[in-house]
């Protein structure tokens, strides 16, 4: 089988260092593996992203030397696919309709269990739907953090994967799409890992193939604070992509010649000598 990776960034603001970390892990593992390595730009929450982020996103990537082998998958395009495996879901039972507040799960730690709800169903307003999630344990093998262990009932409790205003959760429409898009090995950020036995239990409940996960570590700011557009992490200069390209590359501890001025050259002088094995495992300030 093919390895296939991908980076898939919110459009919440432009690129900034984290993200290009994200995007040139994801890419190295997937070319080092000799696969292939696609995009995907998760724009389910419109409150949430800026106007124009998205196309700025995909604009950039290939000034950075990081061209996908086929065109970005827009998740804004795939309500229908959500739909049908929500309609699954529901029709096996395994969703139920939820009229909670926050403040009414405040007093169980926030969490929703057991399917039992706190709110009487109301007619008037639309439910948020939740997953029915039973007693259960995901264990998986994260192919830089080792094995990861998570308790869904305590630890996730009936999660959400249709929210009130109609639109599908951040967790349902990634696993729909790994498996849409034929995902082998998902490198992404450490700022995911606890999403992740959410998804592998979701891929179950799907009949979807789980993919190898490699969570890398994080870009952080001098307060030690995850650099993320919402801290207002400072946008990636795509006029002079050269200096955050070898930060990113140090970043992941890959050696490369400092005589390359050409991004795409670069990179690939990077494929030459990148390891996986080599990769870095604890977040840390970038070099
Ligand atoms: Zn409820």
């Known amino acids: 089988m093919t390895c296939r990776g991908r980076f898939a960034p919110s459009p919440t603001g432009a690129l900034h260092l984290g993200s290009l970390v994200a995007a040139v892990g994801s890419c190295l593992c997937a070319r080092h593996a000799g696969g292939q390595w696609l995009l995907r730009m998760d724009d389910i929450d419109p409150p949430r992203e800026v106007p124009g982020a998205a196309q700025a996103i995909l604009d950039a990537l290939p000034k950075f030397g ?4 086929a065109p970005a998958l827009l998740q804004s395009q795939r309500q229908a696919a959500y739909a049908a495996a929500f309609e699954r879901l529901r029709a096996a039972d395994q969703v139920f309709p939820c009229w909670c507040s926050r403040s009414q799960l405040a007093a169980n730690g926030g969490m929703h269990r ?3 709800c ?3 169903p109301d007619p008037a307003r639309p439910p948020a739907w ?7 344990t995901i264990a998986f093998d994260d192919l830089l953090q080792g094995t990861q262990r998570q308790s869904l009932r305590q630890e996730a409790g009936d999660f959400v994967i249709r929210r ?3 639109g599908y959760a951040y967790q349902l429409a990634c696993v729909v799409d790994d498996a849409f898009q034929g995902i082998t090995e998902v490198v992404r950020g450490t700022d995911l890992l606890a999403s992740t036995a959410r998804q592998i239990w979701l891929q179950q409940c799907l009949g979807l193939p789980t993919p190898a996960y490699r969570h890398l570590p994080l870009v952080l700011d001098a307060r030690g604070d995850k650099l993320s557009k919402s801290t207002h992490a400072q946008p990636l200069d795509d006029a002079d992509p050269l ?3 070898r930060r990113a590359l140090a970043f992941l501890r890959v050696p490369v010649p400092a005589d390359i001025r050409d991004p795409p050259a670069l990179l690939h002088a ?6 996986p094995a080599r990769l870095p495992r604890d977040s840390a300030c970038p070099p």
């Open 114 to 116: 057991d399917g039992v």
């Open 270 to 275: 990077a494929l030459q000598t990148f390891d």
């Open 118 to 120: 706190v709110a009487r």
């Open 243 to 245: 200096p955050a390209l």
């Open 130 to 136: 939740r997953l029915r999630v039973p007693e259960v």
């Open 164 to 166: 009130v205003e109609g």
């Open 66 to 69: 990081l061209v996908a082998d």
